[in-house]
């Protein structure tokens, strides 16, 4: 995007520029403001502190979120407002009253660089970013094309092959814009149920390494304090998929709650054609999708490897989690991984490297600026993208010992698997770089990851032969499937 203002997720798409665009999309709304928005996120307004509660576990949660676990049976400190509003994008045609659930209020989010504003502990008061920087920042309105990013040069085969692949799946600007005006409307429905919510889009279609069939990935964020994923999250879950039902199925076509470890509502948007999964509260969506992203634009090789990788591995049938294979966020971690690992690595530990940009504890809204000051990672490996493709896939089919170790972006390095619960039985481990949760934990039969460690030997050999991408990824059918 171009190198101007700052902004993300909350309402930056909102502006009189988008108009246009949301009337041929059949999204204006009758209502909407024509005054552009300030460069400046919207505090959100100040509430009343509630008393602390224990719930489930024991932990312990604001009042005001706790679940009643009555359903549908409305009590009577539940308030109602007016729903006097004309049909409009995502907006229901009924008249009835909608329920509101008070939910605790985040923390101004304006940015600290005004007066009246937060100044983040993990920045000294005087500090000043980088000018030097080698991520684009999400500015006021996307709706500008965003600028050329500079490709490698591709001085063979498989490497142009890479490129040509990369180049006609990656994600368009179009493609953000759809899924972000989606994100815009169903806050505003959302807050119909939580006022002081806020929608955040998250994963591969912000971090750099979406395609063009890439779904959208959205976390509702309904209060700062930490929230249970089976009881909690699951009761809020069920409001928003009522909601969506019943008021929304004019837009919204198959809203449905999965009872992962963390929950999901999953739904497709009828008019942009998009599928969207949203959780509630998974934080770590919103501080990694910036890590990626800063990851994504430190290195012109890295963008291109990661799609082909994803590519590759959609076609071998090993992109599946809920099929006892990898997801896509684990298959990212791994190429990441092995370009720190090389003997002149591609990419360092960012957060080694920039440990106050990439803190657990920093505040969400500041999240997405410290990613762009990291200035570009100047590597001395000149190897060409097919010379790390096939490194990447011999990597993985015979050096990596999948049994003693656990991938690590964090520590840009492999290190000795843990002994703690959430290892045992695993057959792949992959570290959150936040959390340290394994993020592979979905490969827990030998017959899964049997297949998954030989398709990486069998690709290698393959690829190693001809150095033809075509021999391990048909590339024509692959362009039309985007």
Aim: charged share 20%; proline share 8%; with cysteine.
């Amino acid at each position: 995007f171009p190198a101007s203002g700052a902004l993300w997720g909350l309402d930056f798409f909102v502006c009189a520029r988008a108009q246009p665009f949301l009337s041929r999309l059949r999204y204006r709304r009758k209502s909407l403001s024509r005054a552009p928005l300030s460069g400046n996120l919207s505090p959100i307004p100040p509430g009343s502190s509630q008393p602390l509660l224990a719930f489930g576990n024991g932990s312990p949660i604001r009042s005001s979120v706790s679940p009643t676990f009555r359903g549908r049976k409305r009590l009577s400190s539940e308030q109602n407002v007016p729903y006097d509003v004309k049909r409009q994008r995502f907006h229901s045609p009924h008249h009835e009253s909608t329920a509101v659930h008070p939910t605790v209020p985040l923390r101004d989010e304006r940015r600290y660089s005004i007066p009246g504003a937060i100044t983040p502990s993990l920045f000294p008061t005087h500090y000043i970013p980088d000018l030097v920087r080698c991520v684009p920042p999400l500015q006021e309105t996307s709706f500008l094309e965003p600028r050329e990013i500079t490709l490698p040069v591709a001085k063979d085969k498989l490497s142009q092959q890479v490129l040509d692949l990369f180049q006609e799946c990656q994600q368009q600007a179009c493609d953000l814009k759809k899924k972000e005006l989606c994100r815009t409307e169903l806050q505003r429905e959302i807050q119909r149920i939580y006022p002081q919510s806020r929608l955040f889009l998250v994963g591969s279609s912000l971090n750099g390494f979406g395609t063009r069939s890439s779904d959208g990935d959205l976390c509702l964020v309904v209060t700062e304090e930490p929230v249970n994923q089976k009881t909690e999250a699951r009761y809020i879950l069920s409001l928003v998929q009522n909601h969506f039902s019943t008021r929304l199925s004019s837009y919204i076509e198959r809203p449905q709650l999965i009872r992962a470890k963390v929950p999901i509502v999953k739904f497709r948007d009828k008019v942009s054609c998009v599928e969207f999964d949203l959780n509630v509260n998974n934080v770590v969506g919103i501080r990694n999708t910036f890590l990626l992203r800063t990851y994504a634009y430190l290195e012109n090789r890295v963008r291109p490897l990661v799609l082909v990788v994803k590519k590759w591995a959609s076609h071998h049938d090993i992109n599946d989690a809920s099929r006892g294979t990898l997801n896509s966020y684990s298959l990212v971690l791994m190429v990441l991984h092995y370009l720190q690992t090389l003997p002149e690595p591609v990419l360092p530990s960012l957060q080694k490297k920039y440990p106050n940009s990439f803190s657990p504890s920093m505040q969400l809204h500041l999240v997405h600026q410290a990613s762009c000051t990291i200035p570009p990672y100047l590597s001395k490996n000149g190897a060409t993208l097919g010379d790390l493709l096939l490194g990447f896939l011999k990597y993985y089919a015979t050096e990596f010992d999948w049994n003693s170790q656990m991938i690590s972006v964090r520590e840009a390095k492999a290190i000795p698997r843990p002994n703690g619960i959430e290892w045992r039985n695993k057959f792949i481990c992959v570290e959150e770089p936040f959390d340290g949760t394994n993020t592979a934990r979905a490969v827990h039969e030998k017959q899964k990851f049997d297949m998954i460690k030989d398709e990486f030997l069998k690709s290698w050999h393959r690829l190693h032969n001809v150095r033809d991408l075509n021999s391990i990824l048909p590339l024509r059918a692959t362009i039309q499937k985007r």
